[in-house]
């Protein structure tokens, strides 16, 4: 006995709920095919939407940065950590978000932190859409303002918590597309809330940056309402084949994240190597655009070839397409008949998602063949016919 049977006992029944976690590793740089014990699968399951993780020009940037600068930058930001290009990374950034300022954080993560732990305090309301990110959630618990979730397609409530004279500054938060459903939210209704309200509208762009918009910028842009969204936060994880997080807004909005927020001041800055590898890929973003209309292209035809097939693809307008399930055990054998096949997609389960929309997330890259796409959607009939996947009523 070594004190841990609490443990072992937790372990044990997601187990048997089939929630347990676990990771496959590969083996090769990211990319539409990747080696995992020694297999090539073609990978359906990455957010490396416009093929840059792995891109020849972001290992060129890596090997000339790590050459200048070393690999870590030793200290805090504020300390001695602030390096040059983080600075030319920041001066990017905001001209790419259309803002005056932007900010570098070590992950999306501490971006959604560093914004709701600083700017919402008590007496403040925060607006949540249900579905939005762990980060963006967990930060508006932590952040000491009463926060309230809303659904999207039904803002009456959100309205009626907005019209209230007894907050002193009211936000709303949302992800443009959703991560796990490929959905868009109504980001007109939510500028005209906010307009109506004086409420402050905090967009995060992570899957959507580098990825929509005329010049990348992301969902907002490609509504015309770039300019409403009053502080973009979006990640470098995805698109941008990098890591880091990036809050872009207006110059005082920055300011104080600068000097109070906790997830920017306590923690070491980001390499420089990786600013230097976003940086590098923001470069691409901008000069192949045709990389976004790959993207679009290869995600309208999934959803289109899963619709008639019948599958629950939710409402996705984008590159995730979600293909719902229900349960947690077919979940798995669903994606454990992809992998034989060749296909890497992970099952995903509560609680990631709601118990009962346990399904596979497809996600689309830009650098996906048109033949590796259809033998993904055969392969998807197969498993219809053999029964492991099915139609469901919408
Ligand atoms: N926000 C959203 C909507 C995400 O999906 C993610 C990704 O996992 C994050 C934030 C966190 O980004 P990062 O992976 O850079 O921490």
Same mark, same amino acid.
């Given at each position: 006995?070594?004190?841990?049977?609490?443990?072992?006992?937790?372990?044990?029944?997601?187990?048997?709920? %089939?929630? =347990?976690?676990?990771? +496959? *590793?590969?083996?090769?740089?990211?990319?539409?095919?990747?080696?995992?014990?020694?297999?090539?699968?073609?990978? @359906?399951?990455? %957010?490396?939407?416009?093929?840059?993780?792995?891109?020849?020009?972001?290992?060129?940037?890596?090997?000339?940065?790590?050459?200048?600068?070393?690999?870590? !930058?030793?200290?805090?930001?504020?300390?001695?950590?602030?390096?040059?290009?983080?600075?030319?990374?920041?001066?990017?950034? /905001?001209?790419?978000?259309q803002k005056?300022?932007?900010?570098?954080?070590?992950?999306?993560? *501490?971006?959604?932190?560093?914004?709701?732990?600083?700017?919402?305090?008590?007496?403040d309301l925060v607006l949540l859409d249900k579905l939005d990110?762990?980060?963006?959630?967990?930060?508006? +618990?932590?952040?000491?303002?009463?926060f309230h979730t809303y659904r999207r397609g039904s803002l009456s409530r959100a309205e009626k918590l907005l019209a209230s004279e007894?907050y002193?500054q009211k936000y709303i938060v949302t992800e443009s597309i959703f991560?796990?459903?490929?959905d868009a939210a109504d980001i007109k209704a939510l500028v005209e809330l906010k307009r109506r309200y004086g409420a402050i509208l905090v967009v995060d762009e992570?899957?959507a @940056?580098?990825?929509m918009g #005329?010049?990348?910028?992301g969902y907002c842009e490609a509504m015309g309402l770039l300019g409403e969204a009053d502080i973009v936060v979006?990640?470098?994880?995805?698109?941008?084949?990098?890591?880091?997080?990036?809050?872009?807004a207006a110059?005082? =909005?920055?300011?104080?994240? =600068? %000097?109070? /927020? +906790?997830? @920017?001041?306590?923690?070491?800055?980001?390499?420089? =190597?990786?600013? !230097?590898?976003?940086?590098?890929?923001?470069?691409?973003?901008? /000069?192949?655009?045709?990389?976004?209309? +790959?993207?679009?292209? %290869?995600?309208?035809?999934?959803?289109?070839?899963?619709?008639?097939?019948?599958?629950?693809?939710?409402e996705?307008c984008?590159?995730?397409? #979600?293909?719902?399930?229900?349960?947690?055990?077919?979940?798995? /054998?669903?994606?454990?008949?992809?992998?034989?096949?060749?296909?890497?997609?992970?099952?995903?389960? #509560?609680?990631?998602?709601?118990?009962? *929309?346990?399904?596979?997330?497809?996600?689309?890259?830009?650098?996906?063949? !048109?033949?590796?796409?259809?033998?993904?959607?055969?392969?998807?009939?197969?498993?219809?016919?053999?029964?492991?996947?099915?139609?469901?009523?919408?």
């Amino acid at each position: 006995m070594d004190g841990f049977e609490f443990i072992r006992r937790q372990l044990d029944e997601l187990r048997e709920a %089939n929630l =347990v976690r676990s990771w +496959r *590793t590969v083996d090769s740089a990211q990319g539409p095919v990747v080696s995992i014990d020694g297999r090539e699968m073609v990978l @359906f399951c990455s %957010n490396n939407y416009l093929g840059l993780a792995g891109h020849p020009a972001t290992a060129a940037a890596v090997c000339d940065a790590v050459r200048r600068y070393g690999y870590g !930058a030793a200290a805090s930001r504020l300390v001695s950590g602030t390096m040059r290009p983080h600075i030319e990374l920041e001066a990017e950034l /905001a001209t790419f978000c259309q803002k005056e300022a932007a900010l570098v954080l070590p992950s999306g993560w *501490t971006a959604n932190e560093a914004v709701l732990t600083t700017l919402p305090q008590r007496g403040d309301l925060v607006l949540l859409d249900k579905l939005d990110h762990a980060s963006i959630i967990d930060a508006a +618990r932590a952040s000491g303002a009463e926060f309230h979730t809303y659904r999207r397609g039904s803002l009456s409530r959100a309205e009626k918590l907005l019209a209230s004279e007894s907050y002193r500054q009211k936000y709303i938060v949302t992800e443009s597309i959703f991560s796990m459903d490929g959905d868009a939210a109504d980001i007109k209704a939510l500028v005209e809330l906010k307009r109506r309200y004086g409420a402050i509208l905090v967009v995060d762009e992570a899957h959507a @940056f580098g990825c929509m918009g #005329p010049t990348g910028a992301g969902y907002c842009e490609a509504m015309g309402l770039l300019g409403e969204a009053d502080i973009v936060v979006a990640t470098m994880s995805k698109a941008f084949g990098a890591t880091g997080g990036v809050v872009a807004a207006a110059k005082p =909005v920055i300011e104080l994240l =600068v %000097n109070k /927020a +906790r997830p @920017f001041i306590y923690t070491t800055a980001p390499s420089p =190597v990786n600013c !230097a590898a976003a940086l590098a890929n923001l470069g691409t973003i901008r /000069a192949e655009p045709e990389r976004r209309q +790959r993207l679009a292209k %290869n995600a309208s035809y999934l959803r289109e070839r899963l619709s008639a097939m019948g599958l629950d693809t939710g409402e996705s307008c984008s590159h995730v397409v #979600p293909v719902i399930i229900g349960g947690e055990k077919e979940t798995l /054998a669903a994606s454990a008949e992809l992998y034989k096949r060749g296909f890497f997609i992970a099952a995903i389960r #509560p609680p990631t998602v709601a118990p009962g *929309t346990s399904r596979l997330r497809i996600s689309l890259q830009s650098e996906h063949t !048109a033949q590796q796409l259809e033998r993904l959607c055969s392969a998807i009939e197969e498993l219809v016919t053999c029964g492991f996947l099915s139609a469901r009523p919408r």
